[in-house]
């Protein structure tokens, strides 16, 4: 079975299965969002067809699926470290967490279709990195520039965005990955447009 346009992957840690989160029939292209709004232009129905997938290396083949009906625009997707997946999505502006046995929803962050900042929400997250206690940093990319972070609960903690000095050179322009060294709490930060790494402890 094919997939669409594939927003992220990421391996389990024994390196036997996959997930990916995946488009289905919809694509992202230079038409999909209103620039000066964020909002999907065409706000069309969710997606369809399931957009998780976990995946067996070895044969290709997909052994569970779920998230029909459920997406807009897929971004990225990020193992807990109880084996919780969490996914991104850019048209709704929200970070969803699922249980990945059964495919039920645990918890959803921002609020739904629409994009927000600070405490009340996101404008088209890109990427979740989660801590061992599961307290969790989101990088909210597109639109606000920031990397925020959350409570072991789920409350919002606060958010970082260099450059706030007035060193615009300093600051994010598109937080697109992160990734999260639990050895020592470092969050490296890739910034897309500004072709770099940062780190933060």
């Known amino acids: 079975k094919s997939l669409g346009q594939v927003a992220g992957i990421v391996t389990e840690p024994d390196g036997r299965h996959a997930w990916a989160f995946h488009r289905g029939r919809r694509l992202w292209d230079g038409d999909s969002f209103d620039p000066s709004t964020h909002k999907m232009k065409d706000l069309e129905s969710p997606?369809?067809?399931n957009?998780?997938?976990?995946i067996e290396l070895a044969t290709g083949k997909i052994v569970k699926s779920f998230g029909a009906n459920e997406h807009y625009m897929p971004h990225a997707i990020t193992l807990g470290p109880d084996g919780d997946v969490w996914v991104t999505d850019c048209g709704l502006h929200q970070v969803i967490r699922y249980n990945a046995s059964d495919g039920a929803r645990v918890a959803e962050y921002g609020k739904k279709l629409?994009?927000?900042?600070g405490k009340d929400g996101f404008c088209k997250p890109t990427q979740v990195a989660v801590a061992e206690d599961n307290s969790f940093w989101v990088s909210d990319g597109y639109?606000?520039?920031r990397v925020a972070r959350f409570d072991s609960r789920g409350e919002y903690a606060g958010e970082f965005k260099p450059g706030?000095?007035?060193d615009s050179t300093t600051g994010f322009e598109v937080p697109h990955a992160i990734e999260l060294d639990s050895r020592d709490?470092?969050?490296?930060?890739?910034?897309?447009?500004?072709s770099r790494i940062t780190a933060h402890s």
């Open 47 to 49: 997606i369809a067809e």
């Open 51 to 54: 957009t998780i997938a976990r």
């Open 114 to 117: 629409i994009p927000g900042k």
């Open 143 to 145: 639109c606000n520039g």
């Open 164 to 166: 706030t000095d007035g």
């Open 185 to 194: 709490s470092t969050l490296y930060v890739a910034d897309r447009e500004r």
